[in-house]
């Protein structure tokens, strides 16, 4: 059984509002305050969205609240986002000049 208690490259996770997010990597902080708070890694979330999502950061295990989607589900919501955007792309083309 997989750990959920912190965010892992590639997962997708939803947050507590209910938004989507996928973690894109697992690095180090960046600035010198943050490394002085005594975490050494935090997690780079990009909103699952039609297109490019915005960016986020969080410490890499502040999964309190959050749920992680399972890789069955994972696809599921892939498809969904792409019937969406061929939907989008359809109604795009038949908008009257």
Do not use: C
């Amino acid at each position: 059984m997989e750990n959920y208690k912190q965010f892992r490259a590639g997962q997708i996770w939803e947050s507590p509002r209910g938004t989507y997010y996928q973690v894109e990597e697992i690095g180090p902080y960046v600035t010198h305050r943050q490394a002085l708070s005594g975490k050494r890694k935090q997690a780079i979330l990009r909103k699952v969205a039609i297109g490019k999502g915005r960016r986020t950061k969080r410490d890499y295990d502040d999964v309190f609240g959050w749920v992680f989607i399972s890789p069955a589900m994972t696809a599921e919501i892939r498809e969904n986002i792409e019937s969406l955007k061929s939907n989008l792309n359809e109604e795009h083309q038949n908008v009257p000049s």
